[in-house]
């Protein structure tokens, strides 16, 4: 006679507290966003976050805990990160501006927030300095995607007391990145001699 069946005993799998990223809390709005990317294990998808940024209806309320503005340029106010990507709102007052840069080896897209933005986009010359090429004003809810190779400059070009935020993503963080000068590689200083012509020092 078979012997009864005996059902198996399986010991349950150890729970862990469930890790809840506090920027969530802070700014539920993002919650899909901060999820997406905290799942990151390598470099995000610079399609995705053009994509998720354009999904979520999003105002200054929104963001009040990381509105903060320096003194002498834009301020870089970090709402999430990990070593795959950083989340920041970065606020500008009328006349900052980011360097002329590049996005070698970082995935880059921001939303504007509030109050309005411009980009200023530069092309290598021959030379090879940068030469502007064109410009666009940027409202709110637009959204700009970087590619590596292009070279731009941010500017809150408004006028005295209106203000710009951007919501901007960096996969993975930025820890340097180059940046370009318009027509000259370094600091010069100009010397004109009767003949009109430029000395460089
Ligand atoms: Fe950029």
């Not at 993002?30 to 905290?38: F, W």
Request: aromatic share 6%; charged share 20%; net charge neutral.
């Amino acid at each position: 006679m078979p012997a009864p069946h005996t059902p198996s005993i399986v010991s349950p799998l150890p729970v862990g507290p469930v890790k809840v990223n506090p920027a969530v809390a802070a700014f539920p709005k993002l919650a899909k966003l901060i999820a997406y990317l905290d799942g990151l294990t390598t470099r995000a998808n610079l399609s995705t976050l053009d994509s998720l940024l354009r999904e979520q209806r999003l105002s200054l309320e929104d963001f009040r805990p990381a509105i903060m503005f320096g003194l002498r340029g834009y301020k870089r106010n970090t709402i999430s990160r990990s070593d795959h990507y950083e989340l920041l709102a970065l606020c500008w007052r009328s006349g900052h501006c980011t360097p002329i840069h590049d996005h070698q080896g970082v995935s880059c897209a921001f939303r504007v927030i509030h109050g309005q933005g411009t980009e200023i986009r530069f092309a290598r010359s021959a030379s090879g300095q940068v030469i502007p090429e064109q410009s666009r004003i940027m409202p709110p809810e637009f959204v700009c995607s970087a590619d590596e190779p292009d070279i731009h400059q941010i500017v809150n070009a408004q006028a005295a007391d209106h203000d710009l935020v951007t919501l901007h993503i960096y996969s993975p963080p930025i820890r340097h990145m180059n940046t370009y000068r318009p027509v000259e590689p370094r600091e010069r200083l100009d010397v004109y001699g009767s003949d009109d012509e430029s000395v460089v020092i």
